[in-house]
């Protein structure tokens, strides 16, 4: 069996654990910091929504960018200007000087995450492409547990000092995969412009719909918890802890038996777990709405990811990196700004409801367009 664990592949994990463990700081912090500044629950849901749709405008260049130049540089800028924008958050104003920073750091974002993504995907064997990117899923899972609360700890007794300590995470995940080997073979002579890898864009629609509830309860369920007197350190840690036990077990699941065993019920699960949500009205049923999510996002995300790169020409990896990512950003950005919208006018209950739509409107996608022929890809191997 081809090595997984080579050393460009942990400095490569360990820095994206980093990188998101300073992202995921904000989750919990930034709704509370943007009210701080007079923000509504709408202007909430718009900060954070342009950070994505940001990144959503940026991914297809980078994508395209990647496959003709390589991964290092952008690696580096990227993570470079996501330093540099995380810093510049204690110096906003107030929520429109904030929105243009969330753009900006959006920028950055996509520059970082999308060269990371498909380098991992170039040194990750191809026969064990799910455990792989399972296991690189679980540095980012891990990140999820650590962000949340380390973000709501220094807030809470080192004031101020949030964004300073956010910017020392990016500098360790930028000095991290400097150390990585990256192989990359420049392509040979003019290549047609692929902004979009269409052998992906199924399977991407299908992801964009999943995080559209992704960003409603990203967004939205710190002050939910709150709302009904639960720590949101509780949703976030056990969230967590489900996602790091589904998702390597999920990746070798998808190796052996195809993407499709993996996707369709970790969907319905998902399902099952905003419904949970909705209902919840203490600390149990946000438990269990947790355990039920970090099981079906955890399982159903990795899948469609090496999905995507089972679809995508090899020389394309850049671009179905870029499709994946756009999808995923375009989810949370849409999906914070129009539950925040359903929020605002209606109830958080109400909100979660509402985001297991689009999550059964994927489960058709998937079942109508991508089914067979990913079952048809497995079986040719």
Wanted: charged fraction near 10%; include cysteine.
């Amino acid at each position: 069996m081809e090595r997984l664990w080579t050393k460009s592949f942990i400095l490569l994990t360990v820095g994206t654990l980093f990188l998101f463990t300073a992202f995921y700081m904000l989750l919990p912090t930034l709704p509370l910091y943007i009210r701080q500044l007079g923000g509504t629950e709408a202007q909430i849901g718009l900060v954070i929504g342009a950070f994505m749709l940001s990144a959503v405008i940026f991914r297809p260049l980078v994508g395209v960018l990647l496959d003709r130049f390589g991964r290092r540089l952008f690696i580096a800028w990227g993570l470079f200007l996501f330093a540099v924008a995380m810093y510049l958050y204690g110096w906003a104003g107030g929520v429109i000087a904030l929105l243009w920073l969330r753009i900006l750091h959006g920028m950055a974002w996509a520059i970082a995450t999308t060269a990371i993504l498909t380098a991992i995907t170039d040194i990750i064997p191809p026969p064990r492409r799910g455990e792989g990117i399972g296991w690189f899923s679980a540095s980012i899972t891990l990140a999820m547990a650590i962000g949340p609360v380390l973000g709501l700890w220094v807030t809470q007794n080192l004031p101020g000092q949030l964004f300073l300590f956010a910017t020392g995470l990016c500098a360790v995940a930028l000095l991290l995969t400097l150390g990585a080997k990256l192989p990359f073979q420049p392509p040979a002579g003019a290549r047609e412009i692929v902004l979009l890898e269409k052998s992906a864009l199924p399977v991407a629609a299908a992801a964009l719909l999943l995080f559209i509830a992704y960003g409603g309860v990203i967004a939205f369920v710190a002050l939910f918890a709150d709302s009904i007197r639960v720590n949101p350190a509780a949703f976030f840690l056990t969230f967590a802890a489900a996602l790091a036990l589904s998702r390597p077990l999920a990746g070798k699941l998808s190796d052996r038996y195809g993407e499709v065993s993996v996707i369709v019920p970790a969907v319905v699960i998902k399902i099952l777990a905003l419904l949970t949500l909705s209902f919840s009205t203490g600390l149990f049923g946000v438990l269990v709405a947790a355990v039920l999510y970090g099981i079906g996002f955890g399982s159903a995300q990795p899948a469609l990811h090496a999905a995507i790169i089972r679809l995508a020409r090899p020389d394309r990896r850049g671009a179905a990196n870029a499709s994946f990512g756009s999808a995923a950003d375009l989810g949370i950005g849409l999906g914070a700004i129009m539950l925040g919208w359903v929020s605002e006018h209606t109830s958080y209950q109400v909100l979660f409801t509402v985001s297991a739509v689009p999550v059964a409107l994927s489960l058709i996608i998937f079942a109508l367009f991508t089914k067979r022929l990913l079952r048809g890809r497995h079986s040719s191997r």
